[in-house]
C-alpha cells in the first residue's frame, strides 16, 4: 500500500464546540483523526465531518467501520486497500479503549506513516482505559486529535448560540439560557431544539419569548415540567402535562432529555456535602437559583437506590424513542409511572 510522506503537526485541542472546524480532504486524507472524550454528540459531530471531507474529494468513496476489539493489523490493511469502485476510504474505529493490546504496535505503525488516500478515525470514549496509548498516537505528527469532552455548565449558553448561528440564525443570550432551563442540557435535545427555533422563525433574532412559546405554553405543559411533576411524585399531574406537551408537539427527546437532567440534578444535589447559598449551589449543580429550591424539594423523597433505579429506567427510555420503540406516547406514560413508582417506594 502506498504511504504518504507529508506530514502535519497534531493540532492542539480546545474545549468542545457546537460544530468542529470544517476540515479539508488534505486534513483527513494520509492522516488519523483522533476523536477523544465522553461527549458522544460532539464526538459523532466530528467523525460526520471527516467523511463529509473526504466525500467533498471523492463522492465514490468507500465508508466502513470497525471494533477496535477486533482490529488487528491484517484488518486493518484490508480496510485500507484499495477497492474495484475507489482507492479512497474513510475509515473508523470505534471504542478505541477496547483495542487488544497485541494490536498496539500495529496501529502506532501504521498511524506513523498512514495510507494516503485513506482517512482514519479513531473514537476512544473517555477515561483512564487506553491512556497508555492516546499518548503515543498524540506524539505522532499525523495524528489531530479532537476532544469532545462534557460541557462546563457555564458552557452551554455558548454552544447554544453556536447551534444558532450554524443554522445562519442568531439566538439573545437570555433565550439561550431559557432554553437551556426548558429543554435540559442534553446537546442533542438543544440542538434539536435550535434547529426547530431557527427553521420556524427564519430571519429573527430568537429571543426568551420565541422560546416561551414552543418551550413553555399552557400551563407550563413542556418536558421540564412533567420531569419536575415525576419526580415530585405528583403522577396525575406529570401524565397531564405530559399529554398537554405531546399535543403541542414536544418531540419525545426533550422530555427523556429532561428526565435525565433531572435525575443528574437530583443525583449530584444528593452528592454535594453540606449546604449553601442557593445561587452557589446553581453554579455547581448547573442549573438557575430557581431550579435549586425544587431540587432540594425532590431529593427528600429518594433514596441512592430509588435515584440509580430511576437512572436507568430514563436511559432505557431514551434509547427507546430513539430507536426502538413504536409508541412513543406509550414508553413516556411508563416512564411517568416508573418514576413516580420508585419514588413512592424510596419513601416506604
Known amino acids: 500500500m502506498a ?8 493540532r492542539p485541542a480546545s474545549r468542545p464546540s457546537a460544530r468542529p472546524a470544517a476540515p479539508a480532504p488534505g486534513d483527513v486524507l494520509g492522516h488519523v483523526t483522533l476523536v477523544t472524550g465522553k461527549e458522544e454528540f460532539l464526538g459523532e459531530r466530528t467523525v460526520s465531518a471527516v ?3 473526504v466525500r467533498e474529494h471523492d463522492a465514490e468513496a468507500e ?3 470497525a ?12 480496510l485500507a486497500a484499495p477497492s474495484l469502485f475507489s482507492s479512497t476510504r474513510c475509515i473508523v474505529v470505534r471504542g478505541l479503549e477496547n483495542l487488544p ?11 506513523g506513516s498512514p495510507v494516503e488516500d485513506v482517512a482514519l478515525v479513531l473514537v476512544h470514549g473517555g477515561g483512564p482505559k487506553g491512556s497508555g496509548l492516546l499518548t503515543k498516537l498524540r506524539k505522532l505528527p499525523g495524528v489531530t486529535e479532537v476532544k469532545s469532552e462534557e460541557l462546563r455548565a457555564s458552557e452551554y449558553p455558548a454552544f447554544v448560540q ?3 448561528r450554524r443554522l445562519g440564525a442568531r439566538i439573545e443570550p437570555d433565550a439561550a439560557q431559557a432554553l437551556i432551563s426548558a429543554v435540559g442540557q442534553d446537546l442533542r435535545a438543544l440542538s434539536s431544539a ?19 412559546q414552543y418551550f413553555g405554553g399552557r400551563a407550563e405543559a413542556t418536558s421540564f415540567a412533567v420531569a419536575d411533576a415525576a419526580f415530585a411524585g405528583r403522577r396525575l399531574t406529570a401524565l397531564e402535562e405530559l399529554r398537554w406537551a405531546l399535543e403541542r408537539g414536544v418531540a419525545g427527546v426533550l422530555v427523556t432529555s429532561a428526565f435525565a437532567g433531572s435525575a443528574r440534578g437530583l443525583a449530584r444535589f444528593k452528592g454535594l456535602r453540606g449546604g449553601g447559598r442557593d445561587n452557589d449551589l446553581a453554579r455547581e449543580l448547573g442549573v438557575p437559583p430557581w431550579k435549586v429550591r425544587t431540587i432540594r424539594e425532590q431529593s427528600r423523597g429518594w433514596t441512592e437506590d430509588g435515584l440509580a433505579a430511576a437512572v436507568r429506567a430514563v436511559a432505557q427510555a431514551d434509547a427507546d424513542i430513539k430507536g426502538a420503540a413504536t409508541d412513543a406516547a406509550y414508553t413516556l406514560e411508563r416512564l411517568v409511572l416508573t418514576i413516580t413508582e420508585l419514588r413512592s417506594a424510596s419513601q416506604s
Not at 504511504?3 to 497534531?10: F, G, N, P, Q
Not at 500495529?106 to 498511524?111: F, K, N, R, W
Not at 434547529?195 to 429573527?204: K, T
Open 67 to 78: 471494533n477496535a476489539l477486533d482490529l488487528t493489523l491484517a484488518t486493518l490493511g484490508e
Open 194 to 212: 435550535t434547529d426547530q427555533l431557527a427553521h420556524d422563525f427564519p430571519g429573527e433574532s430568537l429571543s426568551a419569548e420565541r422560546v416561551g
Open 3 to 10: 504511504r504518504s510522506t507529508s506530514r502535519s503537526s497534531a
Open 101 to 111: 493490546d497485541e494490536s498496539y504496535d500495529g496501529l502506532l505503525d501504521y498511524a
Open 162 to 164: 453556536a447551534e444558532a
Open 51 to 53: 467523511r463529509a471531507a
Open 63 to 65: 465508508v466502513s467501520e
